[in-house]
């Protein structure tokens, strides 16, 4: 199970931090990612990490202004959002699988999806 946190109402230019832990299993070998959903948009890829931390991917409009990172002693992983824009505005998903998560073939475990909302 994939609980995420985080999420808000944030004025542009704000930031915040998403975070997503695991229950239920250890986490620790599993690739992590997130993903966002806007309304009347599909979902889209936003960053990744391996299960070790030590590869990260992120999509161009996160580069820059977005982290990922992953902490296993706590089966937690990150979203640092930083410099956020209206166009952020989404419901942010964690996702996980025990295979590498591509930004067009997303892992098998989803959370629940958090809502992020930037004023301009």
């Known amino acids: 199970q994939l609980v995420e946190s985080g999420g808000g109402l944030v004025q542009a230019g704000g930031s915040l931090r998403l975070s997503c832990t695991a229950s239920g299993r250890t986490f620790s070998r599993y690739y992590m990612g997130w993903f966002r959903q806007a309304p009347g948009k599909e979902r889209e890829f936003v960053a990744t990490?391996?299960?070790?931390?030590?590869?990260?991917s992120y999509a161009d409009s996160a580069k820059g202004r977005f982290t990922i990172s992953k902490d296993n002693a706590n089966n937690t992983v990150y979203l640092q959002m930083n410099s956020l824009k209206p166009e952020d505005t989404a419901v942010y998903y964690c996702?996980?699988?025990?295979?590498?998560?591509?930004?067009?073939?997303?892992?098998?475990?989803w959370g629940q999806g958090t809502q992020v909302t930037v004023s301009s």
């Open positions: 990490i391996s299960w070790s931390g030590a590869t990260t």
């Open positions: 996702n996980a699988d025990h295979n590498i998560i591509l930004r067009t073939k997303p892992g098998d475990y």
